[in-house]
């Protein structure tokens, strides 16, 4: 036995006594999607039931499995703060019980290190601790490195199903205060079917997708879609913020092969991961794939040095100026910014660079535009009209950049479903847009 297993052995203890580090009124935070320890975080919740707690706050980036810090019993207790709506955790959002803090996914490490007045407890869960000493943060490395510059006590669920995954995301046991152990299966992600109309739009980007670029694909059917088609390509490269099984699938093909990066030549390089368990199996131990933090992945200057990268995300409305809205409908919470402007400003900065906004152009049932003259009042704008690049819908795709005002009205009415486009033209002479 080395000193790193002794020291494993002797800050190893329950989950319920790992929760007796927790003080009222801490700051608790894991990192991005299922690095949240759940057994540690049930066990502050059960403190919290018993009285022992209150004002204790638990802060996490996409919420996958919920938790005690949302049941509105505990209130006041165990509450939960989002840094992206969305996920388990949306309603409490949408229904005012919890609040937000909006960002760009790229400012989230800055946050912690100087604008946070503290961390109390970094609580995570990790994959196994190797004979260094070191224990991986699996398929999170987001906020890893500014949350542990911060907290005053880190605590580890050591899970023997979470992969082990290169990159900036280690802890070394001299850092912990203290570890449990489980073993949970990883939640996984499915992939839905695509509709004929992802495979329109997506077919619609990958003709727009030169061979040698390098990859970002958000989350959904579209981006889905595109990795599928992209699979006849050579010599991609993926440097993106969520990682996916479409992704696996380009580099199984032969497609991705990294090579054409100019930095991290032959690897591909993400921020977290949420998919299937073949994901999983492929990220496990793999030198080609790496995680590091959000600040360097979704940071502009870095996305800016790829040539010919391209950025694929989607959005909930857009209005006729090209504002682009991706995270509300109206007033209500449904989403966040998430790395969408990280890329979208990456994309821009990109020689030969092309950022996509994808979007079917109606929703129920074909009943509602998603273009509109305006955006819905109370809409949050995400992305501004001055940075939008190419827009898609099933209805065709024009490149919004370097048009006139005008023409960009024009161009975007053109992308709507024929029924409205009379209406949305109508509005737009009234607006003297066109």
């Known amino acids: 036995m080395n000193q790193y297993q002794e020291m494993y052995l002797e800050k190893k203890k329950?989950?319920?006594?790992?929760?007796?580090?927790?003080?009222?009124?801490?700051?608790?935070?894991?990192?991005?999607?299922?690095?949240?320890?759940?057994?540690?975080?049930?066990?502050?919740?059960?403190?919290?039931?018993?009285?022992?707690?209150?004002?204790?706050?638990?802060?996490?980036?996409?919420c996958v499995s919920g938790g005690p810090f949302t049941d509105p019993a505990l209130k006041g207790k165990y509450d939960y703060v989002s840094w992206f709506t969305g996920g388990s955790c949306r309603k409490v959002?949408?229904?005012?019980?919890?609040?937000?803090?909006?960002?760009?996914?790229?400012?989230?490490?800055?946050?912690?290190?100087?604008?946070?007045?503290?961390?109390?407890?970094f609580y995570v869960q990790v994959s196994p601790m190797d004979s260094h000493g070191y224990f991986s943060c699996g398929i999170a490395?987001?906020?890893?490195?500014a949350m542990m510059e911060r907290?005053?006590?880190?605590?580890?669920?050591?899970?023997?199903?979470?992969?082990?995954?290169?990159?900036?995301?280690?802890?070394?046991?001299?850092?912990?205060?203290?570890?449990?152990?489980?073993?949970?299966?990883?939640?996984?992600?499915?992939?839905?079917?695509?509709?004929?109309?992802?495979?329109i739009i997506g077919g619609m980007i990958a003709a727009e997708?030169?061979?040698?670029?390098?990859?970002?694909?958000?989350?959904?059917?579209?981006?889905?879609?595109?990795?599928i088609l992209l699979q006849e390509k050579s010599d991609l490269g993926i440097h993106t913020e969520m990682f996916t099984?479409?992704?696996?699938?380009?580099?199984?093909?032969?497609?991705?092969?990294?090579?054409?990066?100019?930095?991290?030549?032959?690897?591909?390089?993400?921020?977290?991961?949420?998919?299937t368990q073949k994901m999983y199996d492929f990220m496990d131990s793999n030198p080609a794939f790496e995680l590091h933090p959000v600040d360097y992945t979704n940071n502009p200057y870095i996305i800016g040095q790829h040539?010919?990268?391209?950025?694929?995300?989607?959005?909930?409305?857009i209005d006729l100026f090209g504002q682009v809205c991706s995270e509300s409908i109206g007033t209500t919470p449904f989403s966040g910014s998430g790395g969408q402007v990280d890329f979208v400003r990456g994309a821009n900065l990109s020689k030969g660079g092309k950022g996509f906004i994808a979007m079917l152009s109606t929703t129920k049932g074909g009943t509602i535009s998603k273009i509109k003259p305006t955006l819905?009042?109370?809409?949050?704008?995400?992305?501004?009209?001055?940075?939008?690049?190419?827009?898609?819908?099933?209805?065709?795709?024009?490149?919004?950049?370097?048009?006139?005002?005008?023409?960009?009205?024009?161009?975007?009415?053109?992308?709507?479903a024929p029924e409205f486009r009379d209406e949305l033209e109508f509005e737009a002479k009234k607006m003297h847009l066109i």
């Open 14 to 62: 329950t989950a319920a006594e790992l929760a007796m580090y927790v003080k009222s009124g801490d700051i608790c935070a894991c990192p991005t999607g299922q690095e949240q320890p759940v057994s540690i975080c049930n066990a502050v919740g059960d403190r919290a039931r018993n009285g022992e707690l209150e004002n204790v706050v638990h802060h996490h980036t996409l």
């Open 93 to 121: 959002i949408q229904d005012g019980t919890y609040s937000y803090v909006p960002n760009n996914y790229s400012t989230i490490p800055r946050y912690w290190r100087e604008v946070m007045p503290r961390l109390d407890i």
């Open 141 to 145: 490395a987001a906020e890893v490195p």
């Open 151 to 199: 907290a005053a006590v880190v605590l580890l669920e050591v899970n023997d199903q979470m992969p082990r995954v290169m990159g900036d995301n280690f802890i070394h046991i001299t850092q912990v205060t203290g570890l449990c152990e489980v073993s949970v299966p990883m939640s996984e992600l499915p992939n839905a079917p695509l509709s004929e109309t992802d495979r």
């Open 209 to 227: 997708v030169p061979n040698g670029a390098t990859l970002q694909l958000g989350i959904g059917g579209v981006p889905n879609a595109v990795g």
């Open 245 to 275: 099984d479409s992704m696996v699938d380009l580099i199984q093909c032969g497609a991705a092969t990294n090579m054409m990066k100019p930095i991290h030549k032959g690897k591909s390089i993400a921020t977290f991961a949420w998919g």
């Open 307 to 317: 040539d010919n990268f391209v950025s694929v995300n989607s959005c909930i409305e």
């Open 376 to 416: 819905t009042p109370g809409s949050i704008v995400t992305t501004t009209k001055n940075e939008v690049d190419f827009l898609v819908t099933e209805n065709g795709i024009v490149r919004l950049k370097g048009q006139t005002a005008r023409d960009r009205a024009k161009m975007i009415i053109s992308l709507a």
